[in-house]
């Protein structure tokens, strides 16, 4: 036990040691970086400041990037509720087109596709939010899309037969690939702006070294 206190007690004195020495060089930054910022016109001020604006923007191009990010997370979620609503409406449009069941099971498919539909106009503001944001970073358009048209649901409930019912079911099963798809783009779109916002942190990095040992470097 005292052998252990004892390392401890020598731990303790050399993390406070860590300590004391890593104010010290952060105060001697400052102070040089007070040293530099009074000589504008001296030619390690003037790559001091240059370094400082690249890091700046660099700065701004990852909030955007961030943003970004978020607006293509919202928009996958919303596609991928849209998934889950059309996979309950292709079971009950299957149950409907074997069981010949009626207006219950008309009622169960179609709430789903209901629910579908709102998650639809969600997705297509969030998408809208996105293509936005890609322009600010200067990436592509995404691509839209539609759910099942009134036309389609009008023959379902009024000419009821095998079919129409079919043909209800096949276009559900349209829009699920179609959403699963735009899923897949949109995984895609966050992962080359997860690559982008690492890259650029990198540079953010690496200037703030640049800083670093431009000052550590003066007399």
């Known amino acids: 036990v005292r052998e252990l206190q004892k390392e401890r007690d020598d731990l303790s004195r050399q993390i406070t040691g860590l300590h004391e020495g890593q104010r010290s060089y952060e105060a001697e930054l400052k102070k040089r970086e007070q040293e530099i910022r009074q000589k504008p016109s001296d030619e390690e001020s003037m790559r001091y400041h240059q370094l400082e604006a690249e890091q700046t923007e660099l700065s701004k191009q990852s909030v955007e990037i961030e943003e970004a990010i978020r607006a ?8 991928l509720r849209i998934i889950d609503h059309l996979k309950s409406a292709d079971n009950w449009a299957t ?37 936005k944001e890609l322009k600010d970073i200067r990436m592509g358009p995404v691509p839209e899309l539609s ?8 023959i379902d409930f009024w000419f009821d037969n095998i079919f129409t019912d079919l043909n209800v079911r096949s276009r559900i099963r349209e829009d ?16 080359r702006l997860e690559s982008n916002q690492a890259a650029v942190k990198r540079q953010i990095e690496s200037k703030e070294q640049q800083k670093e040992e431009l000052l550590l470097g003066r007399s």
């Open 147 to 154: 759910g099942i048209d009134s036309t389609t649901r009008a």
């Open 72 to 79: 293509a997370v919202r928009a996958k979620q919303t596609a």
């Open 95 to 131: 149950y409907d087109v074997w069981s010949g069941s009626g207006i219950l099971s008309h009622m169960a498919k179609y709430n789903r596709v209901d629910s579908a539909e709102e998650e639809y106009h969600r997705l297509s503001s969030h998408l809208k939010d996105l293509e």
């Open 176 to 191: 699920k690939d179609q959403a699963a798809e735009l899923a897949g783009i949109l995984q895609r779109v966050i992962t």
